[in-house]
């Protein structure tokens, strides 16, 4: 096998386990596939991975009314190899939800959270998207749980509040981060970037 299909195939590994997210919300657990592609030395490589999601929102809001989405997402760990290359580390974690139709953004809060790196995460409105920031790096093999994110809305006059994780394409991603991998001499970042596909709805709040 070639270096740089080996490679590819390594940053493929690589970047499929990097994210867990789950909450402690009522609604049922939904499976999120993640259609990513991933570049480096040249060369690009596509995958998929799928993700648990549980995300809590009220069932009903007066119109007009405040009304918060939490996001907690669950422990994970970085792998310490893949494809035979050791992983030194995984930074620039971006992940985007757009700000509900028949809603107005208020704020977003952090919560919880461990083994970040020595960055601390962020999150923060970006055109029409709320976005969490973790800018790492979390070292290979290391374990780490993403901050909970509190989504704080007031409802629109009519109709309902649907949550959603963002990206559409690869080019316009929601899910984005880069991996850092030991490959033969060098030290090689592996960018990655996609978007859920299907995107189902996460949570639903009835105003009325």
């Known amino acids: 096998m070639k270096p740089t299909t080996r490679f ?9 386990p990097l994210l867990a997210i789950g909450t402690t919300a009522s609604a049922a657990v939904q499976t999120i ?19 648990d999601v549980d995300a809590s929102a009220p069932a009903t809001v007066t119109a007009g009314g405040a009304l918060t989405v939490t996001l907690t997402p669950g422990p994970n760990t ?8 050791t992983v030194n580390n995984i930074r620039g974690l971006s992940l985007s939800l757009p700000v509900p139709a028949n809603s107005t953004y208020v704020s977003a809060s952090l919560s919880g959270g461990s083994g ?16 969490l920031k973790v800018p790492g790096p979390i070292a290979g093999g290391a374990h780490f ?3 909970a994110v509190s989504i704080h809305l007031t409802a629109g006059t009519s109709g309902t ?12 991603p929601g899910l984005s981060f880069t991996a850092n991998v030991h490959v033969l001499f060098f030290n090689v ?20």
């Open 145 to 147: 749980q993403l901050p």
């Open 8 to 16: 590819l195939s390594a940053a493929a590994f690589v970047l499929v």
């Open 78 to 85: 970085v792998p310490t190899s893949a494809g035979g290359y």
């Open 189 to 208: 970042d592996a960018p990655s970037a996609g978007y859920p596909s299907p995107n189902p709805v996460l949570t639903t709040t009835t105003i009325g």
């Open 116 to 131: 970040l790196g020595s960055a601390a995460p962020s999150v923060s409105l970006q055109s029409g998207n709320i976005v």
């Open 33 to 51: 596939t993640f259609q990513l592609r991933a570049s480096a030395v040249g060369q690009t490589s596509t995958f998929t991975f799928t993700q």
């Open 161 to 172: 509040i649907a949550t959603k994780l963002g990206g559409t394409s690869y080019d316009n």
